[in-house]
């Protein structure tokens, strides 16, 4: 069964500090996915990571995916209070099921 | 494009009464749908997941059904709501895998339940 991991749980940073979100995750996938969720709304989706190796930048957010560890990470850069969200990470299994982290409450401040 | 459309956006009901939630989708054929429930301050809990017409899996077992009578239409029920049926729900889609590399997983706006 696969399980997905989060941490850290939650991150309280400074503006214009970096930090990383971790993604563990127990079974093979080559599918990878990272969401923000703003309080009472749905999921946005940020980036789709496919393959080993594979790294997406979106603004200070820097996605990627080591398929052989069965790791992920989301790069914060310089944050500011905007990125102020949630965070989750998802795997898909080898039968389509998408199964998500414990999310990562990320909370910037001046 | 594809959307999706999920509705109602809250809803209050007495325990014991019936439940009907649905979403549908736009913009793309045979699609993996999936129902999530997410606690206050809590992660995602996968409810019911579905890869084609009339083929559901339960992943948690409860008092809550999930039936796709339509390529692009997911409903969740219930006969009987509980007070510990309250929470966020929500679809989502995914495209079916091998219909190319370039997949994703989008989720419709939520519904907020509360059942009291």
């Known amino acids: 069964e696969l399980k997905v991991e989060q941490n850290p749980l939650f991150l309280s940073m400074q503006e214009g500090k970096n930090y990383t979100i971790y993604c563990n995750y127990s079974t093979t996938s080559d599918r990878l996915y990272w969401y923000r969720q703003d309080p009472g709304k749905s999921l946005e989706s940020l980036f789709v990571l496919l393959s080993n190796g594979a790294v997406k930048q979106e603004g200070r957010l820097m996605a990627s995916l080591d398929t052989k560890a069965r790791l992920s990470t989301l790069h914060i850069t310089a944050a500011v209070h905007d990125l102020s969200a949630t965070y989750f990470c998802?795997?898909?299994?080898?039968?389509?099921?998408?199964?998500f982290g414990t999310g990562t409450r990320l909370q910037v401040f001046p | 494009s594809q959307t999706i459309h999920q509705w109602p956006a809250t809803l209050v009901q007495p325990v014991g009464s019936p439940l009907s939630l649905e979403c549908t989708v736009e913009?793309?054929?045979?699609?993996?749908l999936y129902w999530y429930r997410q606690a206050a301050g809590r992660g995602l809990q996968l409810l019911f997941y579905?890869?084609?017409?009339?083929?559901i899996s339960s992943e948690v077992p409860q008092n809550l059904s999930a039936s796709r009578p339509q390529d692009r239409q997911f409903i969740l029920s219930s006969k009987k709501l509980l007070l510990s049926d309250s929470g966020f729900y929500l679809c989502a889609w995914s495209v079916y895998r091998g219909k190319g590399p370039n997949t994703e997983a989008f989720f419709g706006q939520g519904t907020r339940l509360t059942v009291v």
């Open positions: 913009g793309t054929s045979n699609p993996n």
């Open positions: 579905s890869v084609g017409i009339g083929q």
């Open positions: 998802a795997v898909e299994d080898n039968t389509d099921k998408l199964i």
